[in-house]
């Protein structure tokens, strides 16, 4: 096999290659950004999703699931969001061979098909906080090169939908889901910024949105999940008001939080290197591959001990892959290692007569295990496999910014800028136009770094109420 294109010069090249090699996905469909999971990349979203589920869960969010289809008349009820997502919409306009007296939208999200009914669900102070999210599929007309998990036209989407009693209790709910996406980037091995947005690149309707941002290289960056505060202004056009203590009407204050296979993407984008993917064992398709390597005049056979390996494991809880396939123990090893795989356990005639395995992690950390001691041996090198694999990301996402001191300074940059900035929109269109790229916002995480007071402005060279932010290219 060749060797994969250099991940840091020649990224997205590298990222469809191990896209391709590992079998995450199957992109052969007819239609263009729309992808097959395959039995393996399914697995591996499925992992994903679970953690997420488990995370908003322990927030008290409860799952819902909305039709995919949104009547027009509905769509179009919020005029900012109906102009941020009309060129991306299809467009649902015939029953059979008639016309729909109202045409329908298949969903781009999930607003305008949740806040008519919202408005019946949400009567009285008592029903409030309502929180609630669904994992479903939402389609956007996409027109840029699709990519597979990083720009499709059919999004595997996670989307919470808030009513909160005011706009302190939005705020709180803004808290809490950066709080439980702090826990699901834990458990994935992601170093990453929460960043407010700029004004004009706010989620179209909302009052402000916080973006989780990584850097992938080159002074690129990849928006993973988005966070949003709605204030009032979908709950005026949906009607979405409650009876208040003091017996006052009052319109509700909303969030969303948004989460997509995005992040599969960013996993692999992260955690890849030149061997291939590089999967957290949270999200691992396979946690441990188990290669026994036959010998012919073995006093215990290596077949026999793996498949009992495989079996311990399993019943232990771990995700096992037994691979007693005919090719070479070499072959094995280097697709293993191409899709991602956390550990690998050899069983040969020495370990198989001397009761041990020989644990390989896809870092390269080896050394032997004692099979008395599999089950515990296993979730250590899978705990210090997970630690390791942290460890080297947050290195990579310390060194991926840098401050830039001017405007000249950010042409051609290869790492994430830092600059100093006022908040006016020409100052922010200056840095953008000169990296080429996009003012991300303001960073409401602490920097990956110290990087001392801002200023002055980039732009105008004000002094007053100036404040870092973060300047890239997105992919
Ligand atoms: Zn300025």
Redesign the pocket.
């Known amino acids: 096999m060749a060797d994969l294109p250099d991940k840091r010069t020649a990224f997205m090249d590298w990222y469809l290659e191990v896209v391709e090699a590992s079998e995450l996905t199957d992109k052969r469909y007819p239609v263009k950004g729309l992808n097959v999971w395959t039995p393996y990349g399914l697995r591996a979203r499925r992992n994903l999703d679970a953690v997420m589920v488990r995370e908003i869960e322990a927030t008290g969010s409860r799952a819902v699931e909305f039709p995919a289809l949104i009547p027009a008349t509905e769509f179009a009820k919020e005029k900012e969001h109906i102009k941020g997502f009309d060129a991306q919409v299809y467009w649902v306009t015939k029953g059979g061979t008639s016309d729909l007296d109202v045409p329908l939208v298949l969903r781009p999200t999930s607003e305008t098909a949740m806040y008519p009914v919202f408005a019946l669900w949400v009567r009285s102070h008592r029903d409030l906080p309502l929180n609630v999210y669904q994992i479903v599929n939402t389609f956007r007309y996409e027109t840029k090169t699709t990519r597979p998990f990083l720009r499709v036209r059919e999004i595997h989407f996670f989307e919470e939908h808030t009513c909160q009693a005011d706009e302190a209790a939005a705020t709180e709910r803004v808290a809490s889901n950066r709080e439980a996406f702090r826990r699901m980037a834990d458990a994935f091995g992601l170093p990453y910024l929460a960043v407010r947005r700029p004004e004009w690149d706010k989620f179209p309707g909302a009052f402000y949105s916080i973006a989780l941002d990584i850097p992938v290289g080159e002074g690129r960056t990849l928006q993973i999940g988005s966070i949003h505060h709605y204030r009032e202004n979908f709950a005026r056009p949906y009607g979405i008001r409650y009876e208040a203590a003091d017996g006052s009407q009052r319109f509700v204050h909303q969030t969303t939080f948004g989460l997509s296979e995005r992040l599969l993407g960013a996993i692999l984008a992260v955690h890849g290197d030149s061997k291939g993917a590089v999967f957290p064992t949270a999200i691992a398709p396979h946690e441990v591959v188990i290669v026994p390597i036959p010998a012919a005049a073995a006093s215990a056979s290596p077949a026999e001990v793996a498949a009992d390996v495989a079996d311990r494991l399993r019943r232990h809880g771990v995700r096992v892959h037994l691979d007693d396939g005919e090719e070479r123990p070499g072959a094995k090893y280097y697709r293993w290692e191409l899709a991602g795989v956390p550990l690998r356990l050899e069983i040969g005639r020495r370990e198989a007569e001397g009761r041990t395995a020989t644990a390989v992690d896809r870092l390269g950390a080896k050394g032997p295990i004692a099979l008395d001691r599999l089950e515990s041996e296993v979730a250590e090198r899978l705990a210090a496999f997970d630690r390791a694999l942290r460890s080297r990301a947050d290195e990579a996402f310390r060194s991926a910014f840098s401050v830039a001191r001017s405007l000249a300074e950010l042409a051609g940059s290869t790492t994430v800028r830092l600059v100093a ?2 908040g ?1 929109e ?2 922010g269109r200056a840095v953008e136009s000169a990296l080429d790229g996009a003012l991300l916002g303001t960073p409401e995480d602490p920097l990956p770094f110290e990087a001392g007071t801002a200023g002055p ?1 980039l ?2 060279g ?1 002094r007053e109420s100036v404040r870092w932010a973060l300047a890239a290219r997105p992919l």
């Open positions: 900035w006022c006016s020409a100052c402005c732009g105008c004000a």
